[in-house]
């Protein structure tokens, strides 16, 4: 399997994910991690290339494949400029060979060794799995009651509008078989946080098997401050739903 973690501005929590991810592979052979720096801002990447050598990973390189690198158990691709999750997520995605492939967020929110054996055994019978948050009490008494409500709103307006029954679409761990991978992915557009829900309507438009895993977000990233503007992201949410009702109705997913 290869794990594509999209990393922006996460200087901080670097050296802790490659640690983790580095030890990863080297206690499960068949698993390989490759880091999409989205543009970042701050010492990212520069983290990144000084720690390639002592864990054995290395950076892609214009016209290389990452299937060309060997067993190199970390990859680093380097975007130039910042295409947004969904962009860098799309980039790996369509470049890579893995008969199984999935995404997890870059800063761990998610460990590894906590999903990615579930996600193996599942992609066993299904096209695409996603990781489903089930809140506990713990859980819920470290998130915000407006992130919650938030989360809850989103959730049944994805519900109505574009007829999609999961739980929860936005947990960042998801996983697919190549073929899979490729029909959604070369039908994606939007590059932002609703990138997720399109990929599954793609999926279920495409008669997709759709299987689902318990996702437990890391205790020590519950209490991380979020990205998301409270503000103003609820507004762009709608606008990416429509963006993808418009889509479908135009035939640009078929």
Known sequence: MTVVMPVYNESATLPATLDSISAYARANPGVRFVLVDDGSRDDSVRIV?????????????????????????????????NQGKGGAVRGAMMTLQSEMICFMDG??????????????????????VIGSR??????????????RLMGWTFNRIVRVGLNLPMD???????????????????????????????????ARQHGL?????PARVARA???KPTNVNLATEP??????LVKVRWNWLRGRYR
């Open 49 to 81: 290339r000084t720690r390639l050598g002592v864990i054995g990973g290395v950076e892609l390189a214009p016209g290389d494949t990452i299937e060309s690198l060997g067993d190199a158990p970390v990859v680093l691709i380097a975007n130039a400029q």
């Open 107 to 128: 800063d761990l929110a998610y460990a590894p060794e906590d999903h990615l054996p579930a996600m193996i055994a599942a992609l066993q019978s299904a096209d695409v």
């Open 134 to 147: 089930r809140e506990s009490p713990e859980e819920r008494r470290n998130t915000k009651r407006l992130r």
């Open 168 to 202: 929860d679409t936005q947990a960042g761990v998801k996983g697919f078989r190549m073929d899979a991978a490729r029909t959604i992915f070369s039908r994606s557009r939007l590059s932002g946080f609703s990138f997720d829900v399109e990929l599954l309507f793609i």
């Open 209 to 213: 098997r759709i299987a689902e895993i």
């Open 221 to 223: 990233h519950r209490k």
């Open 235 to 240: 507004l762009r949410m709608l606008g990416d």
